[in-house]
């Protein structure tokens, strides 16, 4: 059941971290600034009715045990109901996921939400028998299977990526203890969302003017852009010393999650964990190491742009904490929720009328739960699982064009869902996680192109082309930071080194100085950065952030064309963001016109990068 499988990494796999306002009780936020839940189901009375049914209805697929090779028609039944299951599945999770990520304190949704993860364990246990049943089938008579019924053919790809796989399908009594460890592989993860976002201690620190402030992610969150550079430091060297207490306690969480991830990579016969979370998709895992390796030979255009932040805010040396401020001193782009809809909407037009149709659908018919509320979950995602409802966003939003950026960017995911969603059969529309990011970062650079056309004055411009390049540091070269340090924990782990906080820190701290250039003296890299890595939740979501920076990479090439005017490219775009998965995630974007194993789409991304740095000069040459 792979939509039930991926399910709950799903919901959390589109999050971005990013500043809130103050937080209000949520009875003071409008209703039509709330997501509508009921979308889903009109109470939870009927989400418990749903449940029954759906538990009632799941248990039917035993009845299929030895039967799948026994004929087309009967493959097909099965490959039926198992779809129609495991659409409901998710619909029962987001329903609770929502619910509880708008308040984390509430015991009843966090309930509700054990309780169908513990439905999905329970149903991933009584159908272990599929894989390895499907796995016997002999591949002619699949192949045969597929020509004889018609309606096999939806889920040709699934049936045929049997064999790809078949190395790494075990029996089914080891498919059934597999299924079982499903009910400890996601308690790392889960403590670690409640301990963070809920129930973790904050410190207090004295801002420059004598204000004392409780230093949490919001204050964080704000204080690291002030224009203050005294009160920025203040709250770094803060909140990290704050999380240097709990290295120990992290250091267990990540390390639990890293241990689910190589006992599902030993017990698959995969070669190391990196392999397990990416042939699934049939991602090359030279992707992966090629990406890092771009990156590190591409350090200098990072150090450039440090080395112009450095030049546009005035400093003497440039600090770690100096990478959020405002580079144009006094000039701020903010804008109302009202405005960024109308901001985003006219940037999108490119893209066509029913694709901001269907984004002005989304403003106004409650898909998105817009400002920050206490005990919500801070960041913002967009979860597209509810096949025959609509997505969700979750966002928390603070008046900054990065928050008018990160909406275009949530926005991106659920257009991405959506046109999969009713332009393909439930099988086919569940897009790989490779391709997930692309759509959102294509909306992205659309946005910055439109501001870029709307600002004429120098200094706005200069504020605008800063965050395009902070978009540059942030997706491309902080994620693969990221991701170079998941790799190398992971590796450890797999070499026998303990993975101690203590560990992760010295192994954060060493990638964190390199990619700013701490040595050469480009950006100094306090000691104390190095909890940052307990900070980010993305650690526990198993090799995904790498595809943060493939796909903005990807979306960098797509929206070229698009921006161009180029009709067919806009075509090709839409028939991208509405394909699902019905093909590999390599061949969906070359048939979009992106190829992701040639190097071309990364060097034309570098050179849009120096190409924003000439111009910010250009302007600040003319200044003098």
Aim: with cysteine; glycine share 4%.
């Amino acid at each position: 059941m792979k939509k039930a499988t991926y399910l709950i990494a799903f919901a959390l796999m589109c999050l971005c971290l990013l500043p809130a306002k103050a937080q209000k009780d949520r009875s003071e936020i409008e209703e039509k600034d709330t997501w509508n839940v009921y979308d889903l189901y009109e109470s939870d009375d009927a989400w418990n009715a749903a449940k029954e049914k759906f538990i009632s209805e799941a248990a039917k697929l035993e009845s299929f045990k030895g039967k799948l090779g026994s004929s087309a028609k009967e493959l097909l039944k099965f490959l039926e109901l198992q779809s129609d299951i495991s659409k409901e599945a998710s619909r029962l999770y987001i329903y609770t996921s929502l619910k509880s990520d708008v308040d984390l304190r509430d015991q009843d949704n966090q309930a509700r939400n054990k309780d169908i993860r513990q439905v999905y364990i329970t149903l991933g246990q009584k159908t272990a028998f599929v894989a390895p049943e499907l796995a016997a089938i002999p591949e002619e008579t699949m192949k045969k299977f597929i020509q004889e019924e018609e309606g096999l053919k939806i889920y040709e790809l699934q049936l045929m990526d049997t064999y790809r796989m078949k190395k790494h399908t075990l029996s089914e009594a080891e498919e059934l203890i597999m299924a079982k460890a499903g009910m400890t592989s996601g308690t790392a993860s889960s403590v670690y969302g409640v301990f963070s976002d809920a129930e973790m201690p904050w410190p207090k620190a004295t801002l420059s003017d004598g204000t004392e402030i409780e230093v949490n992610k919001i204050t964080y969150a704000k204080y690291r852009m002030s224009p203050n550079k005294k009160d920025r430091e203040i709250v770094f060297e803060a909140l990290w010393k704050h999380y240097k207490k709990f290295e120990g306690t992290f250091g267990e969480l990540t390390n639990g999650q890293i241990k689910s991830h190589m006992f599902t990579a030993q017990a698959r016969h995969y070669n190391n964990c990196l392999e397990a979370a990416l042939k699934g998709n049939n991602i090359p895992t030279d992707v992966y190491h090629s990406l890092i390796e771009n990156v590190n030979k591409n350090l200098p255009t990072l150090h450039r742009y440090l080395k112009l932040k450095k030049r546009m805010m005035g400093l003497d040396t440039l600090k770690y904490s100096d990478l959020y401020a405002p580079a144009v001193k006094g000039v701020e782009l903010n804008y109302t929720y009202d405005e960024a809809q109308d901001l985003i909407l006219n940037a999108l037009k490119p893209l066509g009328k029913e694709y901001c149709s269907t984004v002005d659908k989304a403003f106004n018919n409650r898909w998105i739960d817009v400002y920050p509320t206490k005990g919500k979950r801070g960041g913002a995602y967009s979860n597209g699982s509810a096949y025959d409802v609509h997505p969700y966003i979750l966002m928390n939003y603070n008046d900054t064009y990065d928050n008018v950026s990160t909406l275009a960017h949530e926005l991106g995911h659920t257009m991405h869902s959506y046109f999969s969603n009713t332009r393909q059969p439930f099988a086919l529309a569940d897009y790989p996680i490779f391709l997930a990011e692309v759509a959102s970062t294509f909306n992205e650079v659309l946005l910055a192109d439109y501001m870029k056309k709307k600002l004429k004055d120098d200094d706005l411009r200069l504020s605008l082309l800063m965050s395009m390049l902070d978009g540059f540091k942030g997706t491309l070269f902080r994620q693969t930071q990221f991701a170079e340090f998941e790799l190398r924990m992971h590796e450890a782990a797999e070499a026998g080194i303990p993975l101690t906080g203590k560990a992760l820190s010295e192994i954060y701290y060493d990638i964190t100085s390199r990619y700013y250039g701490d040595k050469e003296g480009i950006c100094v890299v306090p000691q104390y950065i190095e909890m940052e890595w307990a900070y980010i939740p993305h650690f526990y979501y198993n090799f995904y952030v790498y595809q943060y920076s493939t796909s903005f990479v990807a979306s960098q090439a797509l929206a070229a064309d698009v921006m161009k005017g180029d009709k067919k490219a806009t075509e090709k775009y839409m028939n991208f963001i509405s394909s699902g998965c019905s093909d590999w995630a390599i061949n969906t974007l070359k048939t979009a016109g992106v190829d992701m194993m040639s190097p071309e789409p990364f060097n034309k991304t570098i050179e849009n990068m120096n190409s924003i740095m000439d111009e910010i000069e250009s302007i600040l040459d003319k200044k003098k």
